[in-house]
C-alpha cells in the first residue's frame, strides 16, 4: 500500500514564508513565482523559527491559499499572547 503523505504547512507572516515539516521545504513567491527551497530567504531559519508563527489546515502548494492567507494574517500578524484576551 502507499500512503499520500499531506503536505503540513506553517506560515510565518513576517516574512511571507510556509515551511513544510513533511517536505523539510520553505515555500515562498520569488519574483512572480512559487519556488520551494531548504532555506528561507534572507533570514536564519533560528530568526525565522523565532518569528510568529501560524498552522495551516491546507494540504495542498501554498499558492491556492496566499491571497485569503495574507489577508487573515497580514505581515505585522502577532499571535496572541496567552493571558491576553482572557477576560480581565
Same mark, same amino acid.
Given at each position: 500500500?502507499? %500512503?499520500?503523505?499531506?503536505?503540513? =504547512? !506553517?506560515?510565518? +507572516?513576517? =516574512?511571507? !514564508? #510556509? =515551511? ?5 521545504? #520553505? ?10 527551497? $531548504?532555506? &528561507?530567504?534572507?533570514?536564519? !531559519? ?5 518569528? &510568529?508563527?501560524?498552522?495551516?489546515? %491546507?494540504?495542498?502548494? $501554498? ?9 487573515? =494574517? +497580514? ?6 499572547? &496567552? ?6
Amino acid at each position: 500500500t502507499t %500512503f499520500l503523505v499531506e503536505d503540513d =504547512y !506553517v506560515y510565518y +507572516p513576517s =516574512y511571507g !514564508v #510556509y =515551511y513544510s515539516n513533511h517536505r523539510h521545504q #520553505y515555500a515562498y513567491r520569488e519574483d512572480n513565482a512559487w519556488v520551494a527551497r $531548504p532555506a &528561507p530567504p534572507g533570514v536564519t !531559519v533560528n530568526v525565522l523559527m523565532a518569528s &510568529p508563527s501560524v498552522r495551516m489546515n %491546507f494540504h495542498d502548494s $501554498p499558492a491556492n491559499h496566499h491571497a485569503v492567507v495574507v489577508k487573515q =494574517y +497580514p505581515r505585522n500578524w502577532k499571535d496572541k499572547q &496567552p493571558g491576553e484576551n482572557n477576560g480581565h
